[in-house]
C-alpha cells in the first residue's frame, strides 16, 4: 500500500523485513496474487533505488523462490489434485494481479476441477475488475464502485453458491457488495477449498 501510493521510502523497511525473515527458506508461498507481483516487479527496483548491493543481492536470491499458492501446487510441486471435497457450486474471479502480472490463469482451474464434489461455473466477463485495487477504492469510489455492480451482477447471473480467488482483497470487496445486497453467496479463498475434506464442516458447509 505504502510503494502503490507513492510512499516509495516508507516501503523500503518493509522490503528489508520480508528479506530478513525469509532469506533462509527454501520456499515462500504466498496465498496473494497481489504480493507476489509487488515482490517481483518492484522489490528489486527498490533495492536497487537505495543504492544497497546487500540487500538487491538478497532480493534477487529470494525471489525465485517465491510461489503463489496455486503456482507452487501446480507447477513447482506439479500438484493438480489434493483430494480435497467441497460439494457446492463455485465460481471463479480472477484477479488483476494473478492475470497481468503473474500471467496465471488455467492453474487454479486446474486444482478446483479436481475438487471432489465442485461444480465450478465460469464467470461472465470473468477477466473484468472488481474495482478494489487498493487505494483505488478510496480514492475513485465512484468508478469502483460501478466496476463491484457489474461483477456483482456476473456473480449472481451464475447462481454459484460460492466466490473464490487467489486475492483476498478481491473477496472482501466482492462479499462486501454482495452481502449489502442480501446476497447469501459466500466468498472463499481457494486455499480453504482446498483444505476441505468429507467429514469436515468445510466440505459439508
Not at 477504492?137 to 461483477?151: P, R
Request: charged share 20%.
Amino acid at each position: 500500500m505504502h510503494y502503490n501510493t507513492g510512499y516509495h521510502g516508507e516501503a523500503v523497511p518493509l522490503v528489508r523485513r520480508f528479506v530478513e525473515l525469509f532469506r533462509d527458506a527454501e520456499t515462500v508461498c504466498v496465498p496473494s496474487a497481489s504480493c507476489v507481483a509487488m515482490m517481483r516487479e518492484h522489490y528489486e527496483l527498490i533495492a536497487r533505488n537505495e543504492d544497497d548491493p546487500r540487500l538487491l543481492a538478497e532480493v534477487q536470491a529470494l525471489l525465485p523462490r517465491v510461489f503463489e499458492f496455486s503456482e507452487l501446487l501446480t507447477k513447482k510441486l506439479k500438484v493438480t489434485d489434493v483430494g480435497a471435497h467441497f460439494p457446492h457450486s463455485v465460481t471463479y474471479h480472477p484477479s488483476c494481479h494473478s492475470l497481468r502480472m503473474l500471467n496465471i490463469r488455467e492453474e487454479p482451474l486446474t486444482l478446483l476441477r479436481a475438487v471432489d464434489g465442485l461444480n465450478l461455473i465460469e464467470l461472465p466477463n470473468r477477466e473484468q475488475c472488481c474495482g478494489f485495487g487498493g487505494t483505488f477504492a478510496v480514492k475513485n469510489m465512484d468508478v469502483s464502485t460501478a466496476m463491484l455492480a457489474e461483477k456483482k451482477a456476473c456473480v449472481i447471473e451464475t447462481k454459484a453458491d460460492v466466490v473464490t480467488s487467489l486475492d483476498n482483497s478481491c473477496l472482501m470487496n466482492i462479499w462486501g457488495g454482495l452481502h449489502r445486497d442480501g446476497s447469501s453467496v459466500r466468498t472463499v479463498h481457494i486455499a480453504e477449498i482446498l483444505n476441505s475434506v468429507k467429514g469436515l464442516a468445510g466440505g459439508n458447509a
